[in-house]
């Protein structure tokens, strides 16, 4: 147990580190080199320096997380991309109220980020290494459905409310495009993220050419993601057309 703790430790700050530091970076691009996951820019974004939100985002997934390593023995990529980054977030939020902290201290995030992956990913490893196999099996059904409610319906909910209160723009960019992810992916939260990125952009910026550019991959993505999910067969289907 303890060389597992000891390499867990040691993983989860490195891992933690790494990808919180990356994520803040992207949003200096491209005055510097980044690299991480788009949807934790989108989702960091999203939070708007709330480190309730922040910190509530991370709990929805930890309950997935959880339920993958006792039953499948290995974390999912929520660990690193959803849980650390954001609960960095809120953790650095605490000792500061200025919402920009998070996203322009590098080094501030990459502490905080090194912090939570060490705590989060020992605290899983233990977890899955203490409950016998036969509980295992038990405790994935019952976490899994858990952090199902969480991711949907209540993440979508969440975030189409902060689109909402983001103001008019955003909240209509959420509406409609939430909607359509939960049609075509299953899952709101994309849409709505999208929405509250490019609801802002319009209110912040008006319709300029950076906003019609985005908004136009959006729909070919969207469209994409339709067509090779066989959507618009469903579609057609449903309305015997």
């Not at 690193?80 to 605490?94: D, E, G, K």
Request: glycine fraction near 10%; aromatic fraction near 8%; charge should be positive.
């Amino acid at each position: 147990m303890l060389s597992l703790v000891v390499k867990s430790v040691i993983v989860g700050a490195l891992a933690g580190w790494a990808v919180t530091v990356g994520a803040v970076r992207m949003f200096h691009a491209p005055e510097i080199q980044s690299m991480g996951a788009f949807r934790t820019l989108g989702e960091l974004n999203a939070c708007k320096g709330d480190p309730v939100s922040h910190f509530m985002f991370g709990l929805g997934f930890l309950f997935n997380s959880a339920a993958s390593v006792v039953g499948a023995g290995a974390l999912t990529q929520d660990v690193l991309h959803r849980i650390v980054p954001n609960w960095a977030s809120a953790l650095v939020l605490l000792k500061t109220k200025d919402t920009s902290e998070p996203l322009n201290n590098t080094r501030l995030m990459g502490m905080a980020g090194a912090i939570v992956g060490a705590v989060v990913v020992t605290l899983l490893n233990t977890i899955s290494s203490a409950v016998p196999s036969s509980m295992a099996v038990v405790a994935s059904k019952v976490l899994g459905q858990a952090s199902n409610w969480l991711i949907n319906p209540i993440m979508p909910i969440i975030f189409w409310l902060a689109a909402l209160d983001a103001g008019v723009q955003s909240g209509v960019a959420a509406t409609l495009l939430g909607g359509l992810a939960q049609m075509i992916m299953g899952n709101a939260v994309p849409g709505c993220v999208l929405g509250i990125i490019i609801g802002k952009n319009v209110e912040e910026n008006g319709w300029n050419k950076s906003v019609k550019i985005l908004l136009t991959i959006v729909v070919i993505l969207f469209a994409s993601i339709a067509y090779f999910r066989g959507f618009h067969v469903k579609f057609f289907k449903a309305f015997a057309l």
